[in-house]
């Protein structure tokens, strides 16, 4: 069974930094892009930041140059790295995993997600 | 970018009913499109694919059709546990885009 669970949020002050975990089971982490979405209160999901399997990286223009995303294959993780939080970054993280074979952005399973806050 | 307009926002609705939602790309994006049901402190869960396939054990009351830009998902026969907020996503273009999103609620 496909198993996806984040970890790493906390509050924060505007400004600071933190790194999110991912860790998977339950399929072959290696072969897999691998995706951060977030959902700020009452927003809709917005797609963060995707690392394939040979280490590419994209990210939302939103994001660009203050997170990083990465990946250990040999511990089936995928990191997210966020500096420079800003108030309007604060949010339920999720990562997802994509259909074998189809889109990398196509997801068939998620994770329960980890809260980020950002307050003064 | 490809922007998804999804409607209602909200939805009352009650156990039996049956339940429409619609979602709208701002440009063709095939049947490239997912719905997924998210409810607070758990993991969104995949329901359909593709905009018209079942995704494995989810419940067959859920269904999708629709290509282009125009895309309808469908709850026949409510039940209590179907009470969650329903997304759509597209994956034709780069970046994926989700819908706002339909909360629904047991009337």
């Known amino acids: 069974e496909v198993y996806l669970l984040e970890s790493g949020g906390t509050l924060v002050h505007p400004g600071g930094s933190l790194r999110l975990s991912c860790v998977a089971s339950?399929?072959?982490?290696?072969?897999?892009?691998m995706t951060w979405v977030r959902q700020a209160p009452g927003k809709r999901l917005e797609w963060v930041s995707t690392?394939?399997?040979?280490?590419?990286?994209y990210y939302a223009d939103s994001v660009k140059g203050r997170f990083t995303i990465s990946r250990d294959n040999s511990k089936n993780t995928v990191f997210l790295q966020v500096n420079s939080l800003r108030v309007e970054d604060a949010a339920m993280y999720f990562c997802?995993?994509?259909?074998?074979?189809?889109?990398?952005?196509?997801?068939?399973?998620w994770g329960p997600g980890t809260m980020v806050s950002v307050s003064p | 970018d490809i922007q998804m307009t999804q409607s209602p926002s909200s939805l009352s609705a009650s156990v039996g009913d049956r339940v429409t939602i619609t979602c709208q790309a701002s440009q063709d994006i095939s049947t490239f499109l997912n719905w997924y049901q998210l409810k607070p402190g758990k993991a969104p869960k995949l329901l359909i694919y593709d905009a018209s396939n079942l995704q494995t054990g989810a419940p067959s009351r859920f269904s999708g059709s629709g290509s282009g830009t125009d895309f309808t998902f469908t709850i026949t026969s409510l039940q209590t546990e179907d009470f969650a907020t329903y997304f759509c996503q597209q994956y034709d273009n780069f970046p994926p885009a989700f819908g706002q999103g339909t909360k629904l609620e047991m009337k």
């Open positions: 690392i394939t399997t040979t280490e590419t990286t």
């Open positions: 339950g399929f072959t982490f290696s072969n897999y892009a």
């Open positions: 997802a995993k994509p259909f074998r074979g189809g889109s990398m952005f196509a997801f068939d399973f």
